[in-house]
């Protein structure tokens, strides 16, 4: 029998809020498997946030030397063609170049440089499916999982490339997989996928996923929302904040966009956000028993408040967990921070003058308590904040990243090249 290696783990995740899942699990499955070695492929804004958790994560700049010197001469040089208007504060020039530069390349390699031209002017970045490269990554590293997500483009050829290599896939999926989700329409699956509720489990397997490959686990990213320790920064913040006198309501702000597939033909009215403040801060001040707390989204310019003891900015980088314990309601349109809250026990109202709105009709998924225009607000919020808190389970267990966790090592149970080294 050969001797007993660590089991390598291949993670690849897009953007600071699909690694927030990722994380998570990582932690689980460390604490089960000590000897456990990761490979951390960070892109974009997951690099940050990666960072900030004390990985040390890879990124498309790093793997440059799985091209050979004239193909790495043609992907810089798209790469660099392509930088305008495609970079971020957050992500370094040399990240951007290689990322964008390898893509193009790889669709270069599938379509020919014409018909990769043309799929580039129309579509941008969106087009991206580095299939080619992500083969070379999978033969170089040779891992014994892949832990993905469901975004587009890397992390579905790092999912493609696997399945060709034989290495299992476990993604996790963050929402619900509504019909027109372009996740739950893929053909190509990964071994196993980890999704939130019973609910998407369903979404799944009517758009023709097999069951056997869907496991209900929740989404690692939320398990810190109902930790003591949140409950209890919660409640200190609620009465620094007047909570035992006052009505304390959360805003959670987001852009509005210009179009979306869930509105076909319609254009976004780019002035709802500040509408909707201006709305939220006059019905407040007909009831001087509530507060306004006021939360942009990070992409959106932080909203000048007036000079009010009633209104209350908070910032994005001021933590939201223990915020959405101290209030009594959250009143948004589309932004995840609704699910967040729902789980956190919060009352939830969903304005529906967003263009995305139908994409994520909270009242219908059971994550809203009520839903509305923004011309029946006045009426809505104070009907909301007469009913009863929702009733939230206190009780411990296994977090989503533990149940994760178990997935992947089914998984790597499961597949004959592995041997775990578990405590």
Request: hydrophobic residues 45%; neutral net charge; charged residues 15%.
């Amino acid at each position: 029998m050969s001797a007993a290696r660590p089991v390598h783990l291949l993670a690849v995740a897009y953007g600071g809020g699909h690694m927030a899942m990722v994380l998570p699990v990582l932690r689980a499955l460390r604490t089960r498997l000590p000897q456990l070695r990761v490979t951390l492929l960070a892109l974009t804004t997951a690099a940050r946030a990666a960072r900030s958790a004390g990985e040390s994560p890879l990124g498309y700049a790093d793997l440059l030397d799985l091209l050979d010197e004239t193909e790495r001469a043609q992907a810089l040089a798209l790469g660099r063609a392509l930088l305008p208007g495609n970079s971020h504060p957050d992500v370094a020039e040399a990240e951007s170049v290689a990322y964008l530069g390898v893509n193009a390349w790889d669709l270069q390699q599938q379509l020919g440089t014409e018909a990769a031209q043309a799929l580039l002017a129309a579509r941008g970045r969106q087009g991206f499916d580095p299939l080619h490269f992500f083969r070379r990554v999978l033969a170089h590293l040779q891992p014994d999982l892949l832990l993905a997500t469901n975004s587009p483009r890397s992390e579905q050829a790092a999912i493609d490339a696997a399945t060709e290599a034989g290495v299992p896939s476990l993604a996790l999926l963050d929402l619900f997989a509504l019909p027109g989700d372009a996740f739950a329409a893929r053909t190509r699956y990964p071994s196993r996928v980890c999704v939130l509720s019973d609910s998407v489990r369903d979404n799944l397997v009517a758009a023709g996923w097999p069951p056997a490959r869907i496991a209900v686990t929740g989404n690692p990213a939320f398990d810190a929302i109902n930790t003591a320790q949140t409950r209890a920064q919660g409640a200190a913040l609620r009465q620094a904040l007047g909570g035992d006198t006052h009505r304390l309501v959360l805003l959670a702000l987001q852009p509005e966009p210009t179009a979306h597939p869930a509105a076909p033909g319609r254009v976004g009215d780019p002035t709802l956000p500040d509408r909707l403040l201006q709305a939220a801060i006059a019905l407040v001040r007909q009831h001087s028993d509530w507060r306004l707390i006021v939360r942009p989204h990070p992409s959106q310019p932080v909203p000048a408040l007036p000079d009010d003891a009633q209104l209350r900015l908070s910032p994005p980088t001021e933590p939201l967990h223990p915020l959405l314990h101290a209030v009594d309601a959250v009143v948004t349109g589309t932004s995840t921070v609704a699910l967040e809250a729902h789980l956190a026990g919060r009352r939830v109202l969903q304005l529906l003058d967003s263009i995305a709105a139908p994409a994520m009709p909270y009242r219908a998924l059971g994550v809203a308590d009520a839903a509305c225009p923004l011309a029946e607000l006045a009426q809505a919020l104070p009907a909301l904040l007469a009913q009863p808190m929702p009733a939230r389970s206190q009780t411990e267990g296994p977090t989503a990243a533990d149940r994760t966790g178990e997935q992947a090592l089914a998984l790597l149970g499961a597949h004959p090249s592995s041997t775990l080294l578990t405590q």
